[in-house]
């Protein structure tokens, strides 16, 4: 698991109440309900922590986003793009 595969389960298991992120192919493990104000603070959360990567490291968080991208074939091609450039598709 890499450095911010690590985070992101952090932050689901502290904000969200999700143990894992790993695809376990069953809807009552790989779906989950969740409220709104926990979504928010989980997002909330994963904003800080990058912001903070980006001031402290800007190259090491751009080279893990860049790796983490490369590494994530799920997620879907738009997504991908608006996290590479910034620029919402």
Known sequence: ???ID???TLIAKQH???ETLETRNSDS???HDVGV???KEALYAA???GREAGISN???SESEIYKYNQS?????SRVQATVSTGVQL
Request: charged share 20%.
């Open 6 to 8: 690590s985070l992101l």
């Open 16 to 18: 969200l109440g999700i």
């Open 47 to 49: 904003f800080v922590i």
């Open 29 to 31: 493990l790989d779906f």
């Open 72 to 76: 994530n074939t799920v997620m879907d």
């Open 1 to 3: 698991m890499n450095k």
């Open 37 to 39: 104000v926990s979504l």
């Open 58 to 60: 800007r190259a090491e």
